[in-house]
């Protein structure tokens, strides 16, 4: 009787290699932005690195084709270093080019996207959507243990104590801070994480999931004692604490709660809805889908332009928690996934805007070819998985026809990009 062979995994090479520390040339920036040199012949991607600088890096990691390694030092710097305005910097992994001066950061975003529209044969990129540079999220995901409040340190799980996250909005960290003072009650709840976000008016809620269950007591103290407004405790998937608040998005009527998915930038995200409405250019009899909807940030600004609107979500709460406040018959929340392979779309519809996760959103891209309407607006969080996409939009008959990115996460790697795509019909 044959039997089944033993999976073995192969102990690559790599993960034998030696560690080292040594100083490297720095060439250019990668995609992520971390430089790129090498060493003996082999790439290495190093943390904090600028091109034309000579560093002491150490390696953390190793692959077959490369090795990751830290910037200890900087020997010989570029002129574009600057000094990072947060102290947390050197320990947190929020943010990956502070020390990089702005101009030049949106000019390795504006070449990186230059280069994303040339691969796709595309158009001449409109002026990106710019904002503040710091001082912009209105949310912000922390972590606790042993009574401290803080982020979770780069490659590793350690909690690093936040006095000041410098992208965050001032009233955030004032909400931090009034936290981070409970340390007795901090250390009683363990360890866990807590959403911190701020609405309209400069409410600040809090959302907390704790990884230990607490006692009927503890629960109390949390309640009575924590400075902030709590929407939610959980352990693990258990509710323990619920109340009936909500926050409003800045600027508009979006109702949220922390922990609910939200575009982390207010004042970009006003710039964003402002182009997407240019570009899909409704007609008061249009209808139009918005995909991947969350809480209708789209949906709602669609809808004032007259047009008739379905939203659809993945996560049944944001889709109840955009039914509420609406008071329409023309936009319509349904909870549907969007990953399915067997995606039918409503027949009559004129226009797309979806906005994805980083995974993307290749099935509705195959099933918008199967059924073709007259225009799309793509937003993503990916390059990537926009290339992917829209190469598919183009080999279905779709036209790139505008595109442009805004700085959504100035500080860091990331960025949006926004692409339309026109079909004729017929
Ligand atoms: C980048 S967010 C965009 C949300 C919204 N458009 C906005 O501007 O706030 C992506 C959304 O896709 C939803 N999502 C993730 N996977 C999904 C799936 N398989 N089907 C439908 N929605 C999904 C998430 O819950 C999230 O609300």
């Given at each position: 009787?044959?039997?089944?062979?033993?999976?073995?995994?192969?102990?690559?090479?790599?993960?034998?290699?030696?560690?080292?520390?040594?100083?490297?040339?720095?060439?250019?920036?990668?995609?992520?932005?971390?430089?790129?040199?090498?060493?003996?012949?082999?790439?290495?991607?190093?943390?904090?690195?600028?091109?034309?600088?000579?560093?002491?890096?150490?390696?953390?990691?190793?692959?077959?084709?490369?090795?990751?390694?830290?910037?200890?030092?900087?020997?010989?710097?570029?002129?574009?270093?600057?000094?990072?305005?947060?102290?947390?910097?050197?320990?947190?992994?929020?943010?990956?080019?502070?020390?990089?001066?702005?101009?030049?950061?949106?000019?390795?975003?504006?070449?990186?996207?230059?280069?994303?529209?040339?691969?796709?044969?595309?158009?001449?990129?409109?002026?990106?959507?710019?904002?503040?540079?710091?001082?912009?999220?209105?949310?912000?995901?922390?972590?606790?243990?042993?009574?401290?409040?803080?982020?979770?340190?780069?490659?590793?799980?350690?909690?690093?104590?936040?006095?000041?996250?410098?992208?965050?909005?001032?009233a955030l960290?004032?909400a931090?801070?009034a936290l981070?003072?409970?340390?007795?009650?901090?250390?009683?709840?363990?360890?866990?994480?807590v959403d911190l976000a701020l609405g309209?008016g400069g409410y600040c809620h809090c959302r907390i999931?704790?990884?230990?269950?607490?006692?009927?007591?503890?629960?109390?103290?949390m309640v009575s004692k924590i400075p902030i407004t709590i929407s939610e405790i959980?352990?693990?998937?258990?509710?323990?604490y619920s109340a009936d608040v909500s926050l409003q998005?800045?600027?508009?009527?979006?109702?949220f709660r922390p922990g609910?998915?939200?575009?982390?930038?207010?004042?970009?995200?006003?710039?964003?809805?402002?182009?997407?409405?240019?570009?899909?250019?409704?007609?008061?009899?249009?209808?139009?889908?918005?995909?991947?909807?969350?809480?209708?940030?789209?949906?709602?600004?669609?809808?004032?332009?007259?047009?008739?609107?379905?939203?659809?979500?993945?996560?049944?709460?944001?889709?109840?928690?955009?039914?509420?406040?609406?008071?329409?018959?023309?936009?319509?929340?349904?909870?549907?996934?969007?990953?399915?392979?067997?995606?039918?779309?409503?027949?009559?519809?004129?226009?797309?805007?979806?906005?994805?996760?980083?995974?993307?959103?290749?099935?509705?891209?195959?099933?918008?070819?199967?059924?073709?309407?007259?225009?799309?607006?793509?937003?993503?969080?990916?390059?990537?998985?926009?290339?992917?996409?829209?190469?598919?939009?183009?080999?279905?008959?779709?036209?790139?026809?505008?595109?442009?990115?805004?700085?959504?996460?100035?500080?860091?790697?990331?960025?949006?990009?926004?692409?339309?795509?026109?079909?004729?019909?017929?």
């Amino acid at each position: 009787m044959s039997r089944l062979r033993e999976f073995k995994p192969k102990r690559s090479k790599a993960s034998v290699d030696k560690p080292w520390q040594d100083e490297i040339l720095i060439e250019r920036l990668a995609d992520d932005g971390r430089g790129v040199g090498k060493r003996q012949g082999k790439v290495v991607f190093v943390d904090r690195a600028l091109p034309g600088e000579t560093v002491v890096a150490k390696r953390y990691r190793s692959a077959k084709r490369f090795d990751e390694a830290e910037c200890l030092s900087v020997s010989v710097p570029a002129v574009e270093r600057i000094e990072p305005e947060c102290r947390h910097y050197a320990q947190c992994g929020g943010c990956q080019l502070q020390h990089l001066g702005y101009a030049s950061q949106v000019r390795f975003k504006q070449d990186l996207f230059d280069a994303l529209l040339a691969r796709l044969d595309g158009p001449v990129a409109e002026a990106p959507l710019l904002a503040e540079r710091f001082g912009y999220r209105h949310r912000l995901r922390l972590a606790f243990q042993a009574g401290v409040l803080g982020l979770r340190a780069a490659r590793s799980h350690e909690v690093v104590a936040l006095e000041c996250c410098e992208i965050s909005q001032p009233a955030l960290n004032k909400a931090v801070k009034a936290l981070a003072g409970q340390q007795e009650l901090l250390r009683a709840m363990y360890r866990g994480e807590v959403d911190l976000a701020l609405g309209e008016g400069g409410y600040c809620h809090c959302r907390i999931r704790l990884e230990k269950s607490p006692s009927a007591s503890l629960l109390d103290r949390m309640v009575s004692k924590i400075p902030i407004t709590i929407s939610e405790i959980k352990h693990k998937d258990n509710v323990l604490y619920s109340a009936d608040v909500s926050l409003q998005y800045p600027s508009s009527d979006t109702v949220f709660r922390p922990g609910d998915f939200t575009q982390v930038n207010p004042a970009i995200n006003a710039q964003l809805l402002q182009k997407v409405m240019d570009w899909l250019a409704p007609t008061p009899d249009a209808f139009i889908l918005d995909a991947f909807s969350g809480l209708g940030n789209f949906s709602r600004e669609l809808l004032a332009s007259g047009a008739r609107v379905l939203g659809l979500e993945g996560d049944a709460q944001m889709v109840a928690r955009a039914r509420e406040h609406v008071v329409s018959e023309r936009i319509t929340f349904r909870c549907q996934d969007l990953f399915s392979d067997s995606l039918e779309l409503p027949r009559d519809l004129d226009a797309v805007v979806l906005d994805p996760p980083r995974a993307g959103a290749e099935s509705l891209c195959r099933a918008l070819v199967r059924q073709p309407v007259e225009r799309v607006v793509y937003v993503s969080c990916d390059p990537s998985t926009l290339e992917r996409d829209a190469k598919l939009l183009q080999a279905g008959g779709y036209t790139l026809e505008a595109a442009c990115w805004a700085d959504m996460f100035p500080q860091t790697r990331h960025m949006e990009a926004v692409m339309l795509f026109t079909r004729s019909q017929g």
